[in-house]
């Protein structure tokens, strides 16, 4: 049996012309496909030693440097495209000088959430604009259809014009009336690149969260006393510390607690800690917590147990149950059963779950909490037909194979 450093020596040396090769007539562009297979054996490197080899290397090479190269044509045909959509959309006039931010990407970003527009039309707009999201991505973040979707982007551009709303860049004082929509923009663009929902790319796609981290650590630097910016931080970092345990070798999701801890990255773990420290001494002295603030402390609370077994759970609950007085949305109502069935079981967590029907039966996380639910419960013919909607809905290609394997599990 070789191990994981003898197989990517091997795979090297007898799959990289044939990955480029095959890159190079899909694509036609050579250093797309250079840079592609880089990326895939880079990959094989970080992950094979700590989940194993994969059955077939050669076609796990294909596939992954396949995903990093559409990613790289998807970046480069947005990049060039955004700076000129956002300026048409608000007026032929050049921008102002750049002001208070020096970042270019998040300069934009703080342009085009105009406080003029409606919250989730304006993060909407952006992350079309700027965050190198697609409509059917943005339309999944928001749970709603891409038709739908689309048409809210398009009349968000119809009103810009209708009111001459300005193309102008926000100064020093203009930021805090925009910082809101700014953090939502980037935390949907972080939890794309956390889980992408899509079929078609690579489940993970640290691009986007590194640039989210990145974009997030430059407000930070602009805004330090802004806790909800420190708070998005922190449960970026904590995310993102988890990042290389998330899928394992085969492509399967895994799930928290399944999770090799010792492969989380202890360096992030430590800021995101730090961070969420501050902002507990800040609540302590009467500061009022806000979403991204509880999200990293509960983060921070699944990052400190050594084992799933340590995690304080009901820790955990009361975090949830202060988060969603805040954000009463049914995504945190689902999320806090699943803490429910920790804490009091899985058969009080599947009657919180079951009232969710209503306004997630659409959303394959929805299906999936319950099938996992009824499998503790030992009903495994309902917990197989809810695996069966799951998998029907979901897009990633390491969530469908978790679940699948799942449910074939009980069957």
């Known amino acids: 049996m070789i191990d994981a450093r003898e197989a990517i020596t091997r795979a090297h040396e007898e799959e990289w012309a044939r990955v480029i090769a095959a890159l190079t007539r899909r694509f036609g562009d050579l250093d797309i496909a250079e840079e592609a297979a880089a990326e895939a054996f880079a990959a094989a490197v970080e992950r094979w030693p700590a989940d194993g080899v994969p059955p077939n290397p050669g076609a796990w090479l ?53 406080p003029a527009l409606a919250m989730q039309t304006r993060v909407a707009l952006t992350l079309r604009m700027v965050g190198g999201l697609t409509v059917p ?55 794309e690149g956390y ?29 330090p006393g802004d806790g909800e910016v420190a708070g998005l931080l922190a449960l970026m970092l904590l995310t993102e510390a988890r990042r290389t345990a998330r899928v394992s070798a085969g492509g399967d999701l895994v799930p928290l607690a399944e999770q090799d801890r010792g492969a989380w990255d202890a360096g992030l773990i430590a800021e995101g800690h730090r961070l969420v420290r501050e902002r507990l001494a800040a609540t302590a002295a009467g500061a ?38 805040l954000d009463p949305s049914p995504i945190i109502a689902l999320n806090r059963a699943i803490a429910v069935a920790e804490f009091d079981g899985p058969q009080v967590a599947l009657a919180a779950v079951d009232r969710l029907e209503d306004t997630l039966a659409g959303y394959h996380a929805y299906h999936a909490t319950r099938a996992d639910l009824l499998r503790r419960l030992g009903r495994g013919q309902q917990a197989c037909a809810a695996y069966d909607k799951a998998i029907e809905l979901a897009g990633n290609t390491a969530e469908t194979a978790y679940l699948t394997r799942r449910r074939d599990q009980l069957r």
């Open 62 to 114: 294909t596939t992954t440097a396949n995903r990093k190269a559409i990613d790289r044509i998807r970046r480069e045909n947005k990049r060039d495209d955004k700076h000129k959509e956002a300026q048409t959309v608000y007026g032929n006039d050049p921008p102002e000088p750049v002001g208070a931010i020096d970042d270019d990407r998040l300069r934009l970003i703080f342009t085009c959430c105009h």
């Open 137 to 191: 991505e943005i339309a999944r973040a928001y749970l709603v259809a891409e038709t739908a979707m689309g048409q809210r982007i398009t009349r968000a551009k119809t009103k810009i014009k209708a009111a001459r709303i300005p193309y102008r860049v926000p100064s020093a004082e203009d930021l805090p009336a925009r910082v809101s929509g700014v953090l939502a923009v980037l935390y949907l663009v972080f939890n």
């Open 195 to 223: 889980l992408a929902t899509g079929p078609d790319t690579d489940p993970l796609r640290p691009d986007l969260t590194a640039e989210a981290i990145r974009l997030t650590r430059l407000i930070r630097g602009l805004m």
């Open 288 to 325: 009022a917590p806000g979403r991204y603030q509880i999200l990293a402390a509960i983060n921070a609370v699944h990052t400190s147990a050594r084992d799933i077994r340590d995690t304080d759970w009901s820790q955990v609950l009361a975090l949830y149950d202060q988060l969603i007085r």
